[in-house]
Nanobody, 127 residues
């Protein structure tokens, strides 16, 4: 059973930066593709970013492309989301997710494709 624990959320002013971390335990970390999703108040959960098992390929939602960067440290079993140039519309609970995969270069951006989820961390961007 894989467990995911997010951290790094908080309150930041518009234009600021935050780095979210997602620590994974259980399973073999390098066999999992990872992703970040977010859910704003009153809205459904939406895809933010994904990274392959190998860590060589990434994929982003258009709304965060050029501002957010996903990365992973296999040795530390941790995935990161560096968020720069934050906007008030980035305010949401951010969730880390993972899925076991045979394919080193596959990434996933649909919610139902992920098997494991963290509890979420709140990010609030003030204007």
């Amino acid at each position: 059973q894989v467990q995911l624990v997010e951290s790094g959320g908080g309150l930041v002013q518009a234009g600021g930066s935050l780095r979210l971390s997602c620590a994974a335990s259980g399973g073999t970390s390098s066999s999992y593709a990872m992703g970040w999703f977010r859910q704003a108040p009153g809205k459904g959960r939406e895809f933010v970013a994904a990274i392959t098992w190998s860590g060589r390929s990434t994929y982003y939602a258009d709304s965060v492309k050029g501002r957010f960067t996903i990365s992973r440290d296999v040795a530390k079993n941790t995935v990161y989301l560096q968020m720069n140039s934050l906007k008030p519309e980035d305010t949401a609970v951010y969730y880390c997710a993972s899925v076991y995969t045979y394919y080193r270069e596959s990434y996933y951006y649909r919610e139902h494709e992920y098997a494991y989820w963290g509890q979420g961390t709140q990010v609030t961007v003030s204007s």
